[in-house]
């Protein structure tokens, strides 16, 4: 594409430069790219002179950083602008062919749930013959073909060139993980959302946000510095609460509960057993007898968070909770893996106190009577601090814990384990076996068949990261060697 039609300014008029890509990072330039400087700290010029030197032939960077222009006059064109993240969207809605009113895109945030409200969201969409598309944390693609990814809210550019990629392929419909990270950061920026979803925020990632007010805050920018419809909101937390607070003028909260009968969408007479969940699901538009083979109190607040998403009327109502039932589990998000004489095995991705918490309070509601063993580790390099909360949670509601590696990455796992127990009730019954493998072997057998197995943080995940490498390993797969 011809840079002219993409910035129209009067120093690009002439411009007969044939843009090939775009990027923003100095590596992966090459001849007739444009280069994104979004950094602004002393190597800014490093990764500059990387770019020419690679082939770009525009530099598009923040206007208060100086570089000596006459080094690249006759190698590149330098373009200052007040906001370079703004600009990067800007531009590659033009160079990929985004059109924002050819795809309804339903954002989710919160500390637990995005991926199973975007799933949820994807799959009733999917049933209803409407495809949709899904950009998160268990991949990215077409539902339900979906291709791993690193991140789950990627780049500004992969963002747009992925949604204008769905648009090309008539999709209409396209749900969207939000994570903090890719708020803070502006990766998001450029989007216009049908709904913007809150499901809850508690305790994790304080590596990055310093505190939770910080956390809370980002959310916020979420709702009111993105265009959207409609906003739902989950009250059933303190911040859920405040951002409804924080919204009250503004048009189109819709607010979702497990608890308060008051909202516009909630949930009552809630029904655990071990083949699944029943409850009622209310709204102004009628009550629901939902049935469902999905576990956790959580997951239902999920369910409705999901339906207060996609309905606008009556009919959507009625279309989209008759097919409630045909919901499929989400993969590593409570996973149940059963055979006859063997312990009842669930595998959860949770990582953080609060899903953790949800996670074990819900196999009590479907399995008051049985105990539960649960295998858990916590990550490297990651929040020190909700360590020793996720502890005192497990061992409060489990008879044996098994302490093991969780990618523990450059740190010590003797160190990991160590600010875990620290957590612990006193007088609580634990083992420490690193190798995850040989935790799970030992403890889903025939020996345990009237108990739970938990088997908790990694989810879907098919590797574990160490210093030096990351190798194959799979919870699932190690579960099912064993049940087959």
């Known amino acids: 594409m011809n840079l002219e039609k993409l910035l129209k300014n009067k120093k690009f008029t002439e411009s007969k430069i044939s843009i090939k890509g775009l990027s923003e990072d100095s590596r992966k330039i090459k001849k007739n790219y444009i280069f994104f400087l979004k950094n602004t700290n002393t ?9 020419v030197n690679n082939g770009a032939s525009l530099v598009i960077h923040n206007k208060t950083i100086s570089f000596d222009i006459k080094k690249y006059t006759n190698k590149c064109i330098l373009h200052g602008v007040s906001c370079v993240t703004s600009k990067m969207a800007e531009i590659s809605k033009k160079y990929y062919g985004h059109n924002p009113k050819q795809i309804k895109i339903y954002g989710v945030t919160g500390t637990n749930g995005k991926s199973s409200v975007a799933n949820y969201i994807a799959q009733l969409k999917t049933i209803n013959k ?11 693609g077409i539902y339900p073909n979906l291709k791993k990814q690193s991140l789950t809210t990627p780049i500004t550019i992969e963002i747009i060139k992925k949604i204008a990629g769905f648009e090309k392929k008539k999709i209409k419909n396209l749900t969207l993980e939000v994570s903090s990270h890719g708020i803070a950061q502006k990766r998001i920026s450029g ?11 508690s305790q994790d990632h304080l590596d990055y946000h310093k ?14 510095d993105y265009k959207n419809k409609k906003k739902i909101i989950c009250v059933d937390d303190i911040y859920g609460k405040k951002l409804k607070e924080y919204l009250s003028k503004k048009k189109f909260v819709r607010t979702v509960s497990v608890r308060d009968s008051n909202s516009d969408y909630y949930a009552s007479k809630i029904k655990f057993s071990e083949s ?3 409850f009622i699901l209310n709204s102004k538009y009628g009550s629901k007898n939902i049935k469902t083979k999905l576990y956790g109190i959580f997951t239902v607040s999920n369910i409705i968070s999901s339906i207060a998403a996609i309905v606008n009327s009556k009919k959507d109502y009625n279309t989209y909770t008759k097919n409630i039932p045909k919901l499929k589990p989400i993969d590593g998000r409570m996973n149940r893996y059963h055979k006859k004489d063997f312990p009842n095995v669930f595998i959860d991705f949770a990582h953080s106190p609060d899903s953790i918490k949800k996670v074990m309070q819900s196999i009590k509601l479907h399995y008051p009577d049985k105990k539960i063993i649960t295998i858990f580790g916590c990550g490297g390099e990651r929040d020190t ?15 044996d814990i098994i302490l093991t590696n969780d990618n523990p990455r450059n740190e010590d796992p003797k160190k990991i384990v160590t600010d875990i127990v620290k957590g612990f009730n006193p007088g609580c019954s634990y083992k420490i076996i690193f190798d995850r493998k040989k935790a799970i072997r030992k403890y889903v057998n025939k020996t345990n068949k009237e108990k739970i197995v938990l088997i908790l943080g990694k989810g879907h995940e098919n590797f574990q990261v160490f210093k030096d490498k990351s190798i194959f390993f799979s ?10």
Do not use: H, P, W
């Open 191 to 201: 989007i216009q959302f049908e709904s913007v979803i809150f499901t809850n925020l």
């Open 43 to 51: 190597k800014s010029e490093k990764y500059l002179a990387e770019a």
């Open 385 to 399: 601090g909700k360590r020793k909360i996720m502890g005192g949670i497990v061992s409060k509601y489990s008879s």
């Open 211 to 224: 505190s939770m007010k910080n956390y809370f805050y980002t959310k916020l920018s979420l709702f009111i």
């Open 276 to 278: 699944g969940t029943e």
């Open 475 to 484: 919870d699932k797969r190690e579960v099912q060697k064993i049940l087959k």
């Open 130 to 140: 409407e495809k949709c598309a899904t950009i998160g944390t268990i991949g990215a």
